[in-house]
């Protein structure tokens, strides 16, 4: 935190402002194989275009994310379950989580610049079979020795008929490669905690959920949040919005996946939902 000073004949006032900072100079290095791997100097992310548009791998040298990486399994009553970071779409809210093991993507390298900021990273590429007329586009996209994911969603109406769908994006999550201790964090009338047991459960927030491992804290800072407390089998988290699409145009979310050292530094990111992303 800094204080902002205001000096007037009438009164003198301290404003507290935050600022984050989201990495440093640097240089943001991209492999382009069959998985893309980019590397900013401080976290390594891993895409799988060809496996559900997936984010397999995020963390130093230990994974964050749960994936079934390289075949997909099945988790709870999900069959197939990909796992990592993935987007997501589908019709109504009973169909969640939709069909996307069903659609095949492609990729393109990308970089843009954003609050003054180099940005680089992959995009991968989805028109829907199940949703037709619609493309999926996401981004997975950090900045020189940053411990921050930034995920830019967008669905793009080809058609001149408008589209009402629910979007977002799948969260699965290890922190520090472990479930065993993986504790979840939100907010609804006040700050809640679920450790891991044999019993589970669901529910929506909004702007900030946290799984937390022995010192890290996964953090999710979007519109809208669906927290899942899969008992023994971890604590996931969702970024799930019901979209409106008009004809021709395109509609966009971002959200952001920091790995913070405390809670209070994880609950400081919420701020980045006040900063325009452009």
Not at 36 to 55: D, M, Q, W
């Given at each position: 935190?800094?204080?902002?000073?205001?000096?007037?004949?009438?009164?003198?006032?301290?404003?507290?402002?935050?600022?984050?900072?989201?990495?440093?100079?640097?240089?943001?290095?991209?492999?382009?194989?069959?998985?893309?791997?980019?590397?900013?100097?401080?976290?390594?992310?891993?895409?799988?275009?060809?496996?559900?548009?997936?984010?397999i791998f995020f963390g130093r040298e230990v994974n964050n994310?749960?994936?079934?990486?390289?075949?997909?399994?099945?988790?709870?009553?999900?069959?197939?379950?990909?796992?990592?970071?993935?987007?997501?779409?589908?019709?109504?809210?009973?169909?969640?989580?939709?069909?996307?093991?069903?659609?095949?993507?492609?990729?393109?390298?990308?970089?843009?610049?954003?609050?003054?900021?180099?940005?680089?990273?992959?995009?991968?590429?989805?028109?829907?079979?199940?949703?037709?007329?619609?493309?999926?586009?996401?981004?997975?996209?950090?900045?020189?020795?940053?411990?921050?994911?930034?995920?830019?969603?967008?669905?793009?109406?080809?058609?001149?008929?408008?589209?009402?769908?629910?979007?977002?994006?799948?969260?699965?999550?290890?922190?520090?490669?472990?479930?065993?201790?993986?504790?979840?964090?939100?907010?609804?009338?006040?700050?809640?905690?679920?450790?891991?047991?044999?019993?589970?459960?669901?529910?929506?927030?909004?702007?900030?959920?946290?799984?937390?491992?022995?010192?890290?804290?996964?953090?999710?800072?979007?519109?809208?949040?669906?927290?899942?407390?899969?008992?023994?089998?971890?604590?996931?988290?969702?970024?799930?919005?019901?979209?409106?699409?008009?004809?021709?145009?395109?509609?966009?979310?971002?959200?952001?996946?920091?790995?913070?050292?405390?809670?209070?530094?994880?609950?400081?990111?919420?701020?980045?939902?006040?900063?325009?992303?452009?």
């Open positions: 935190w800094k204080y902002l000073e205001m000096e007037t004949d009438l009164f003198h006032k301290k404003i507290p402002v935050p600022i984050l900072r989201v990495g440093k100079r640097g240089e943001v290095s991209i492999s382009e194989k069959n998985i893309i791997e980019i590397k900013n100097g401080l976290y390594i992310t891993r895409v799988a275009p060809h496996f559900c548009g997936s984010v994310l749960l994936t079934s990486y390289p075949e997909p399994t099945q988790l709870g009553w999900f069959r197939p379950w990909f796992g990592g970071i993935h987007p997501l779409l589908f019709i109504d809210e009973e169909k969640f989580p939709g069909w996307m093991h069903k659609e095949a993507f492609t990729h393109r390298i990308v970089s843009t610049e954003k609050c003054n900021i180099p940005w680089k990273g992959v995009k991968v590429i989805c028109t829907s079979n199940e949703v037709k007329g619609i493309q999926l586009e996401t981004q997975y996209l950090t900045t020189a020795f940053s411990n921050l994911l930034v995920i830019e969603h967008a669905l793009v109406n080809l058609t001149s008929a408008p589209f009402t769908v629910y979007t977002g994006v799948s969260f699965y999550l290890q922190p520090e490669g472990s479930l065993e201790e993986a504790t979840l964090y939100y907010e609804q009338n006040g700050l809640q905690e679920r450790r891991r047991t044999s019993y589970g459960g669901w529910t929506r927030c909004r702007d900030w959920a946290a799984v937390k491992g022995k010192t890290t804290f996964l953090t999710l800072i979007a519109d809208s949040i669906v927290v899942a407390d899969m008992g023994k089998e971890g604590a996931h988290l969702y970024s799930i919005t019901k979209s409106k699409i008009p004809p021709f145009s395109t509609v966009q979310y971002v959200s952001y996946l920091v790995a913070a050292d405390s809670l209070e530094q994880s609950q400081n990111y919420k701020f980045l939902r006040g900063v325009p992303w452009k």
